[in-house]
């Protein structure tokens, strides 16, 4: 499975980027596929995660009621939309796919396929 992000880019507070997640590969229907982003100096944090069985969604708890994940299984793309940004979801932002594991997983190191990230800044 390859992955490739798109989307990133600078926004003020308060505003919205929608992040895009192409893959390549038959595989990826049947991929759990997940949103990770790293800021600077920490670890990677799990944000959002669409079901490989039905769809269904899950956010971390910082993002929850601002960012909303979806699949698009006809284009095999994933998206991020992200409203009412704050600084502190400034990061570089990953796609990831899991074919292995039967729940999702919040543990990045659990996630076997990567995209290469896309840088988010919010900052006025």
């Known amino acids: 499975v390859q992955l490739v992000e798109s989307g990133g880019g600078l926004v003020q507070p308060g505003g919205s980027l929608r992040l895009s997640c192409a893959a390549s590969?038959?595989?990826?229907?049947?991929?759990?596929v997940a949103w990770f982003r790293q800021a600077p100096g920490k670890e990677r944090d799990f944000v959002a995660a669409?079901?490989?069985?039905?769809?269904?969604?899950y956010y971390a708890d910082s993002v929850k009621g601002r960012f909303t994940m979806s699949r698009d299984g006809f284009n095999n793309a994933v998206y991020l939309q992200m409203n009412s940004l704050e600084p502190e979801d400034t990061a570089v932002y990953y796609c990831?796919?899991?074919?292995?594991?039967?729940?999702?997983?919040?543990?990045?190191?659990?996630?076997?396929?990567w995209g290469q990230g896309t840088q988010v800044a919010v900052s006025s």
């Open positions: 669409i079901s490989r069985n039905n769809d269904d969604t």
């Open positions: 990831a796919c899991d074919l292995k594991h039967l729940y999702i997983d919040h543990d990045y190191h659990n996630w076997e396929w």
């Open positions: 590969g038959r595989t990826f229907i049947n991929c759990h």
